[in-house]
């Protein structure tokens, strides 16, 4: 359970992180996010205004207006969604657009539009333009075909959408007519050949007929019965074996299709209603699944269902043509018996017939038979060529266009859009600048929270100090920020295990961190309290605590360490009761560095002895040999850390310093925070327990423990 409750913490705490990174930076972020803004406006103002027109048609597949010879057959489907899909991509292939861009001379009027008079674009560049102008997209569940084009004037879009489908109609008529054409070709083809065979058969007969001295009249006439019967048969075997090679032909061909071409074949010679039915789920469990796998994924319920629905469709589609193809076969195969059978009877009765039958009419007939079956053949041909060239005459309608396109109004531009690139600025802009603000956060290595202090310098933080702080002598006792310094005499005590009073110098990493004010008003709070406190300014360098008292710094700490003047005539009484000074002198330029641990620890003894409190403001801990002389003495060092102003390494290093040469290091003050940004809850749930000083000193008088002695 703790455990849990300690996860929980950690994430509200990685959370907050974020939140005070962006407070912290909130400037840093308004600022990116105005700059991507306004140069996102400026780039729109600069933009060149682009046109949307839309034509709208009704695409149909390949087919005369009226069918004369061969109307469609009850089961076939007059809707395909792949025909659907190759349209598309043949309206937007270089075929249909090379026709457009010479039509309306695109290249010579961008060559004009983009450079000047009399230039002409190259056909790629143009081409290529051409391209990124163009969409077509299906309306959903419909033959229909919306073709958009934008162009930089209203007309100029309207004329390419109309023209893309003008050019797009014509070449479909074009190809349709072009397809017949071939078919009628290859019909006189096989006609020319097929009348030579006539011709060729015919010539065989004539010299049979002279051969055998046979004359015109004989050729109608049956010497027995049994020709007759022959006669008989032989019709019946010839139509029975022409059946027998249709429904081979048709099986071949059957057996040699897949896919699609096999079900519309099935469907054109066994008009078969399930079938039908099946193919059209097929069809429509494909769709289904397409448009289900653009917006979701593989593994979605939907899709597996779908997916599944069109397996069991596909296997039982696969069934019945199966059981099609079988059906086929098994009429092939009986109408080859009979054949077979019809062909057995015709040799018995020819065999009797050829024994009633003259030798000279045998041949002959068979001559004449040849002939009939070629002639039948061509008559054939020349009845499909026929059909065909009234198929060609016929009009076609490949597409209708039910909505031209028109030039829209010139206010009513396509692009740029304004509301949609001030909102892509604004998220753009948003996320450069909280990007920008993570990054300058992760560049910073000062100290910014209470956690920093805890983290890198291991070290526990006993006083958090806010932004804005004046000394206490200017400010009252009685101001806001005076119970931030009754919190850190507080927490003093307590880091001293309950001992009372001492010696303690203020030290700080480097210059600016706000040492000195954090002594004097500590010291200021101490005494206000009723401890007898001294101000020892021991930063001989650059003193500053005489300043803030307003007393003379003419004799003082120098003087006392060098025996010219004695501790009482030094020590300076001040305004304020309880609140003594030690001024650090005037020190000669011979004698620095000039502090001697003897003597220091002689006077710190002897300044324990006369007050409660004795804080030396420590000069910065860097690079100065006074102040190491100093922490090594003092009961304890409180390491003045400035918020966001020095590298966490050079705290970490000062307290390193501090320890090596034997001081103790009471604790941390985190100086000049801003409470009202990043750190606030830090500072809120800091001094949530203090708000009441008279509770906290009754506390101590009592002995009970405050939530500072606890964390302590």
């Avoid at 011709?199 to 006439?221: K, N, P, Q, W």
């Avoid at 266009?401 to 753009?428: C, G, H, K």
């Avoid at 005489?546 to 001040?574: C, F, Q, W």
Wanted: aromatic share 8%.
């Amino acid at each position: 359970m703790d455990h849990l409750k300690d996860t929980q913490e950690n994430h509200s705490l990685h959370f907050l992180d974020y939140w005070r990174v962006i407070q912290s930076r909130k400037e840093i972020i308004l600022i990116v996010t105005v700059i991507v803004l306004l140069t996102g406006l400026f780039v729109t103002n600069l933009m060149e205004k682009r046109y949307k027109a839309t034509c709208r048609i009704k695409v149909y597949q390949d087919s005369n207006n009226m069918q004369v010879f061969s109307p469609n057959m009850p089961g076939q489907s007059a809707y395909s969604p792949y025909f659907l899909l190759t349209e598309l991509e043949v309206l937007r292939s270089e075929l249909i657009l090379n026709r457009v861009l010479e039509n309306l001379e695109l290249a010579k009027n961008w060559g004009r539009e983009f450079y000047e008079e009399g230039v002409v674009l190259p056909h790629e560049q143009a081409i290529k333009l051409l391209k990124n102008r163009i969409s077509v997209q299906q309306q959903r569940n419909t033959s229909n075909i919306d073709i958009i084009a934008v162009a930089s004037t209203p007309g100029e879009a309207a004329r390419i959408a109309n023209e893309v489908a003008r050019v797009y109609r014509q070449q479909r008529v074009e190809d349709s007519i072009e397809e017949v054409r071939i078919g009628l070709d290859t019909l006189e083809s096989l006609m020319a050949e097929q009348n030579q065979k006539v011709i060729g058969a015919e010539d065989r007969l004539e010299e049979i007929r002279e051969a055998l001295g046979l004359s015109t009249i004989m050729m109608g006439v049956r010497i027995t019965a049994e020709a007759e019967r022959v006669r008989q048969l032989q019709a019946d075997l010839m139509s029975y074996r022409v059946d027998m090679l249709t429904r081979k032909a048709r099986l071949d061909e059957l057996e040699n299709l897949e896919g699609e071409g096999l079900i519309n074949s099935l469907l054109m010679t066994v008009p078969d209603q399930s079938l039908e039915m099946l193919r059209r789920q097929e069809t429509d469990f494909g769709i289904q699944l397409s448009m289900q796998l653009q917006n979701l994924g593989e593994n979605h319920p939907d899709v597996r269902q779908v997916r599944e629905g069109l397996r069991e469709t596909k296997l039982r589609l696969q069934s019945a043509i199966n059981g099609i193809k079988a059906g086929l076969r098994t009429d092939y195969l009986v109408a080859r018996s009979r054949v077979e059978a019809l062909q057995a009877e015709l040799n018995q009765v020819e065999s009797a017939e050829r024994q009633a039958q003259s030798m000279k009419v045998l041949p002959f007939e068979r001559a004449e038979r040849e002939v009939r079956v070629k002639r039948a053949i061509l008559a054939s041909l020349q009845a499909r060529a026929a059909q065909e060239g009234v198929d060609v005459a016929l009009p076609r309608i490949p597409i209708k266009v039910f909505e031209e396109a028109s030039p829209p109004n010139e206010r009513d531009y396509y692009t740029p859009n304004y509301m949609l690139n001030i909102v892509l600025s604004l998220f753009v802009g948003g996320f450069c600048g909280v990007g920008l603000a993570f990054f300058i956060e992760y560049l910073d290595t000062s100290v910014k929270t209470v956690d920093d202090v805890e983290r890198y310098l291991n070290a526990s933080v006993i006083g958090v100090i806010p932004q804005k702080v004046k000394t206490l002598n200017v400010e009252g006792i009685e101001s806001p920020h005076a119970e931030a310094y009754r919190v850190l005499r507080t927490n003093l005590q307590f880091s001293r295990k309950g001992k009372p009073g001492g010696a303690f110098a203020v030290a700080s990493g480097g210059v600016g961190e706000g040492k000195s004010t954090t002594l004097f008003n500590l010291a200021f709070a101490c005494a206000a309290m009723g401890d007898r406190v001294l101000i020892v300014d021991a930063d001989m360098r650059r003193p500053v605590q005489h300043k803030i008292l307003g007393i003379s710094n003419r004799y003082g700490l120098v003087n006392v360490l060098m025996r010219d003047k004695p501790l009482e005539d030094a020590i300076k009484t001040t305004d304020f009761p309880n609140l003594h000074f030690l001024p650090s002198g005037q020190v000669p330029k011979h004698s620095i560095g000039m502090l001697d641990t003897q003597r220091v620890r002689d006077l710190i003894s002897n300044l324990k002895a006369r007050y409660d409190y004795v804080f030396f403001d420590s000069p910065p801990i860097m690079g100065i040999s006074d102040s190491s002389i100093l922490a090594s003495l003092v009961d304890g060092v409180m390491l003045v850390v400035q918020y966001r102003k020095y590298p966490r390494q050079m705290s970490a290093r000062a307290k390193r310093l501090i320890e090596n040469v034997g001081g103790e290091i009471s604790g941390v003050v985190l100086n000049n925070i801003n409470i009202m940004r990043d750190d606030y809850y830090y500072y809120n749930s800091y001094y949530s327990h203090y708000s009441d000083p008279v509770r906290e000193d009754d506390d101590l008088d009592k002995g009970i423990s405050t939530p500072a002695q606890e964390r302590f």
